[in-house]
Every structure is written in structure tokens, then in C-alpha cells.
């Protein structure tokens, strides 16, 4: 649940990675780990993100939609998660997401977004798409241009739920932490291979007031590409392949990305 949660709120806005590149570039476009770009102002962005893992027929969708609020400075979004558990598809718990651009912006070297996100439980936690009970999660992301041609992005984030619900009813807090990190070679603004390691380590409901820590460590080798057309429009598609080591060794998978960002305003 929460490496699902983690997928569908890593998306935060698009600016060129770097002045330097002639073509409009791709930025805050990882699947896995979150960028510290806010989405500038008059422009949305609608993300959708598919997972499934190597053996299983369970399957993760997510839907995102980022606004700026006046500014770059600050930004609005939701996520709104839907799974196939086995024969069972429904909706899952909605993140309600708000950023503040507290340090740079797309075009520095150095920028950092705080991220607070209040989890709402619209998912069934009887059929195990939802937790049960509301919480909150904190990320900071910073990202850090080491060259023209490479990107790196750190993620530190803290989730929490009171009162969460394991599929037989039984009740719990809940608590998670995760760290992540990714790179991204961008001396093409078409093409972009990437490297994304995250690490989480939190609790399950495994009985009344009873948890059991949970942990997994996943390393995601991907590429994403830039579609950019006349209208402005630019369309990001994008796919990893997602590893287990360490307590999640032989686990395997695949992530697919599509990302949609143009102008709200009416040009003059």
C-alpha cells in the first residue's frame, strides 16, 4: 500500500531540467521518486501511473492532477489510487496534496519543495484497498543539478495512521518512513534514462492494537520521453522496471507513466 501511495504523489510539475537544453525539457517526470518543482504558473499537468508485479495479477492505478495556486510558489493536487486485488477492483484511500516551493525553482540548481498530504479513506478497507482511517505524510524532496547533463533527487517522507484497519476489522496506528533517491541523465531533452532506489520501512495491522514492521527496498532502472507539440502540449511516457533487493529480493515488477501538461490560461 505504501510503495502505491509513494508512486501516485511523486509527480509535482515541468520546467526544463537545465537552461541549457534547446528543446523544451522533461522535469518532475520520475515515477518513483518525487522532484522539488513546482508546477509553474498557467500550466497543469495530468498523470497516470500503472504497476503490476512479476507473478500476480494484482495491479496499481493512479490518476494525479497538479494545479499552481496564483505562482510557482505554491501548488494543489490529488491523487486518486485505484487496485485489482485478485478478482477484487475498487478505488483506494485519495491524497490531498498541497507544495511549497520553499528554496529555487526548475531553472536552479538547487531547489527544495516540502510536501504535506492529507489521506482521505475512500478506499474499502473489507477488500484491502483502503487503510481504514484517515492520516497525513510529510516528503521533502530537494533536487540538485550536478551538470548540464545529470540530475539527482532526494526524498525524505513520513506517513501516519491513527487508526487503520486490517481486512478483518481489526484497529491500529500505523506508521511509515521512507528515503529515496534518484538520478537522471539529461544531456538529451528527448530521451532520459534514470535510476530511482527506494527505501520504506513501516508497520501493518496484524490484530487489535497490534503491528508488524514491514519493509521494502526497490532499485528501478527506467527511461522517459519527451513528446512536445506545436500547441504547447507536452506529453511524457515513460516505463521501469522495478527490482527487489535486500528484504524485498526476487520481487519484480513493471511501472508504466503518462504525463499530459499545457496552459490553462487563454493566450492574447
Known sequence: MWIAILAASVVEAQQPDTASLSEPGIQDNSFLVEEAYNQEAGVVQHISTF???QGSGDVDFSFTQEWPVGSIRHQLSYDIPFAR???RTGIGDVGINYRYQLVGDGSTQ????????????TGRWKKGHG??????????PVSYVLSPAVVTHFNLGAAAI?????TVGDRAGIFEWSAAQSTILTSSSIIQP???I???RGSEVVAEDRTETAENFLVAPGLRVAINLKSGLQIVPGVSVPLG????????????????????KRRR
Open 110 to 121: 538547487l531547489a527544495v519543495a516540502p510536501r504535506f498530504t492529507v489521506i482521505v479513506p
Open 162 to 166: 491513527a487508526s487503520a484497519r486490517n
Open 131 to 140: 487503510s481504514g482511517g484517515a492520516g497525513a505524510e510529510f516528503n521533502l
Open 245 to 264: 533487493v535486500g528484504p524485498s529480493d526476487g520481487e519484480r515488477g513493471f511501472f508504466l507513466y503518462l504525463s499530459f501538461e499545457h496552459s490553462f
Open 194 to 196: 534514470m535510476l530511482e
Open 198 to 200: 527506494v527505501y520504506s
Open 51 to 53: 504497476q503490476g508485479r
Open 85 to 87: 486485488i485478485g478478482s
